[in-house]
């Protein structure tokens, strides 16, 4: 349900307040790539050698790069790595290309283009920016349309993770999250729509419940995942791709 109208000044001076009093956590340090191997083949070289890795590369915003972790080997993608390796049983080498408060339309313009060869899996993970600039729903389905047919010509499995949960940040006012729910809400559904229409899976991790409390969902600075959410979200994602299309790549 949209705000009504004596809400909408509450919302935007809350909006005004989060700019002033909320400190991002930065982009943790370390390797943005790596290779994971599925834990029963730990310290295993010669099945490792005998099986080639699945590529796995995330293009997007600051979940994609780990914000809110201390390294990068703690943030999602890394983490989606290692989920893929134990559903598949292979090893997994996984890139991020990613910067904190990106939008779709950075990662389109900025971030694809520095995908290189042809991974075996493609994944667009942003649009939490994109709402807190207020982007337009027209704007929106025309950055990711044109970043879902971009990424398609790079590889031939692409995902869209949706949005993430910043209506559910400690950090802002009851209202201006109420806000932001709606839009987040609106966005998904594009989102779904686009995706539908391009052949290409949307993982909805928006109302993905993790189980956890507010102080276990949060990272220090109240607005991005701890270490722990991280695991379970990339976990989450992994489950919604499902075994049958990993297992084909």
């Not at 915003?61 to 893929?84: F, H, K, N, W, Y």
């Not at 959410?229 to 976990?235: F, G, I, K, S, T």
Request: net charge negative.
């Amino acid at each position: 349900m949209a705000l009504q109208w004596w809400q909408r000044p509450i919302a935007l001076t809350e909006a005004l307040v989060a700019q002033h009093t909320v400190k991002l956590a930065p982009e943790p340090e370390g390797p943005r790539e790596g290779l994971v191997k599925p834990r029963a083949a730990q310290g295993d070289a010669a099945d490792s050698a005998d099986t080639d890795p699945i590529t796995l590369v995330v293009v997007g915003d600051s979940l994609t790069v780990g914000c809110g972790v201390e390294r990068q080997s703690d943030g999602l993608v890394p983490d989606m790595a290692r989920s893929i390796a134990h559903v598949t049983g292979r090893p997994v080498h996984w890139r991020s290309h990613g910067r904190l408060g990106a939008t779709m339309r950075r990662a389109r313009f900025r971030f694809l283009p520095q995908v290189k060869g042809h991974p075996d899996l493609l994944v667009l993970c942003a649009g939490s920016n994109d709402l807190m600039a207020r982007r337009t729903a027209k704007e929106w389905r025309e950055d990711l349309t044109a970043a879902i047919d971009e990424a398609k010509a790079l590889s031939d499995h692409v995902v869209v993770i949706s949005s993430g949960q910043v209506y559910r940040s400690p950090a802002l006012g009851s209202t201006l999250k109420k806000a932001i729910l709606d839009m987040t809400d609106a966005q998904t559904a594009i989102s779904r729509a686009i995706c539908a229409d391009r052949g290409v899976l949307f993982v909805d991790m928006t109302h993905h419940d993790t189980g956890l409390t507010d102080a276990e969902f949060w990272a220090s600075d109240n607005f991005h995942p701890s270490k722990r959410c991280y695991q379970l979200l990339a976990d989450g994602v992994v489950d919604q791709m499902g075994e049958a299309t990993l297992r084909s790549l």
